[in-house]
């Protein structure tokens, strides 16, 4: 039996509200503990951004050029990274489970890259997110697409189910090869995402009007990478997101496909997280690349 507890010694500071401080992530306030504690591992709580290594190009691209050899090429660039966007199955087989950033699992699917992309369906039950750890499941959204309809109730029905579960949605614009990546479209399919219930949007990045785009959406932004860049013009296009407002980038290729992934992923995190200019972002890159 442990002794009695005295009660006249308690310190219970009557004088002092209770704090509770807002959650540093926009539009982020009212969720419950758990979907906040995981965008706390997406997103630095010091900063609120991201630097998330996306991965998941397989899912309908098959082997991609980088992604061959992901135990020996990508895993080595998880410690850089706050989070990883990756397929469950690359998941199990090859990434080391005591890996300590957020997972943001591949959530849809269903077409390669040979059919109509926009035509995929819900490709993970809820239960097995929640089993992997995942801090939030990433779906494409075809706005103005041929399965637009069906890609957004994807969408829907995976909010319904993280919300009972606390697990986050990334919503990603994924844009058509007829569409163009204007202010106008992206303003459009980043606000109908976030407004059908994604608590974080991907979206490209535009030269015209991306901090329009940013301010209209209620939710934080994260840019896309797309396809792969001279680093500098990568770089300046991170500064200039991260400038716009964005939350953070979500870049596959313009990493993994660079001469010296691990630096470009460094560099990357300079301009995130550190305030860099994309030149002295490139400085850190060639010292990095070339030690
Ligand atoms: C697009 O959103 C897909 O999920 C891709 O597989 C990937 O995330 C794209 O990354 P990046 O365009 O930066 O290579």
Not at 7 to 32: C, I, M, N
Not at 183 to 188: C, F, I, S, V
Request: some cysteine; aromatic content about 6%; charged content about 25%.
């Amino acid at each position: 039996m442990p002794e009695a507890d005295s009660t006249d010694t308690k310190q219970f500071h009557e004088e002092v509200p209770q704090r509770r401080e807002a959650f540093f992530l926009k539009g982020s306030t009212a969720y419950d503990w758990g979907m906040q504690h995981r965008l706390a591992r997406i997103f630095r709580p010091e900063d609120g951004r991201t630097v998330m290594l996306a991965i998941d190009h397989g899912y309908f691209q098959g082997p991609t050029s980088g992604l061959e050899r992901i135990d020996l090429d990508v895993v080595p660039l998880i410690p850089h990274a706050d989070a990883l966007m990756v397929t469950r199955g690359v998941l199990r087989s090859v990434v080391p489970p005591a890996m300590q950033q957020g997972i943001v699992v591949r959530a849809s699917g269903g077409p390669s890259i040979l059919k109509e992309l926009s035509n995929e369906e819900i490709a993970i039950d809820i239960d097995d997110a929640a089993r992997l750890g995942a801090a939030g499941m990433a779906v494409q959204v075809f706005i103005g697409g041929e399965f637009e309809t069906q890609s957004v109730h994807n969408m829907t029905r995976l909010v319904d189910a993280g919300l009972r579960s606390g697990i986050p949605v990334l919503g990603v614009t994924a844009v058509g090869r007829e569409l163009v990546r204007d202010a106008r479209y992206l303003g459009l399919a980043t606000r109908i995402i976030a407004e059908l219930g994604a608590q974080v949007v991907k979206t490209y990045f535009c030269d015209e009007g991306f901090e329009r785009v940013v301010a209209g959406c209620p939710v934080p932004i994260i840019m896309a990478g797309g396809k792969k860049l001279p680093e500098l013009e990568a770089l300046t296009m991170a500064r200039r997101a991260i400038d716009a407002g964005a939350a953070g980038v979500d870049m596959g290729r313009n990493i993994f496909q660079s001469d010296a992934p691990i630096a470009m992923i460094q560099a990357v995190s300079a301009v995130v997280h550190d305030g860099a200019s994309s030149a002295d972002a490139l400085d850190l890159y060639e010292t990095l690349r070339a030690g």
